[in-house]
């Protein structure tokens, strides 16, 4: 239970510091301020940083207390819907440059409604089709983004 009370802050802690290391790597801007495309990558690290340390803090002091919460979420099909979730998240970053944005989020939430709906195929389907066609006409058409 320790291992998975504080492992989620730790890797926060790891991930803010990848952030942040990233962020101070970006190019310098060649117009305006130099360090103007840092502040906002190098700021919302800074304060992931500093809100996992909390989280770190507030774990720790509370590892002797028992939380329901955990092994509620280790039970049943929940493991299995997160896993399964970070599995088409990982199919679906690596898809998307290769088939586009339509037709990879189609795929994509098709995937994850059934994963989560269960045989419910007109319902998964239609909102699949739909969420991801009015995505891309409210991006592509309205607002004027170039989607790949």
């Known amino acids: 239970m320790r291992a998975i009370k504080l492992g989620m802050p730790i890797f926060l802690i790891l991930l803010s510091f990848f952030f942040?290391?990233?962020?101070?790597?970006?190019?310098?801007?060649?117009?305006?301020?130099?360090?103007?495309?840092?502040?906002?990558?190098v700021g919302l690290s800074v304060f992931m940083l500093v809100f996992s340390v909390v989280y770190l803090f507030q774990e720790w002091k509370n590892l002797d207390v028992?939380?329901?919460?955990?092994?509620?979420?280790?039970?049943?099909?929940?493991?299995?819907?997160?896993?399964?979730?970070?599995l088409y998240g990982a199919v679906y970053a690596f898809i998307f440059?290769?088939?586009?944005?339509?037709?990879?989020?189609?795929?994509?939430?098709?995937?994850?409604?059934?994963?989560?709906?269960g045989?419910?195929?007109?319902?998964?389907?239609?909102?699949?089709?739909?969420?991801?066609?009015?995505?891309?006409?409210?991006?592509s058409i309205l607002l004027g983004v170039s989607l790949p």
């Open 20 to 41: 942040l290391i990233a962020s101070i790597n970006l190019p310098k801007a060649n117009l305006g301020n130099p360090n103007g495309p840092l502040y906002f990558p």
């Open 66 to 86: 028992h939380n329901e919460d955990i092994k509620l979420l280790l039970k049943g099909r929940t493991p299995k819907l997160i896993a399964l979730t970070v």
């Open 97 to 117: 440059e290769r088939i586009g944005f339509l037709f990879s989020t189609i795929l994509f939430l098709g995937a994850l409604l059934f994963t989560v709906n």
């Open 119 to 139: 045989k419910k195929y007109v319902v998964n389907v239609i909102v699949a089709i739909s969420f991801s066609f009015l995505s891309w006409y409210a991006f």
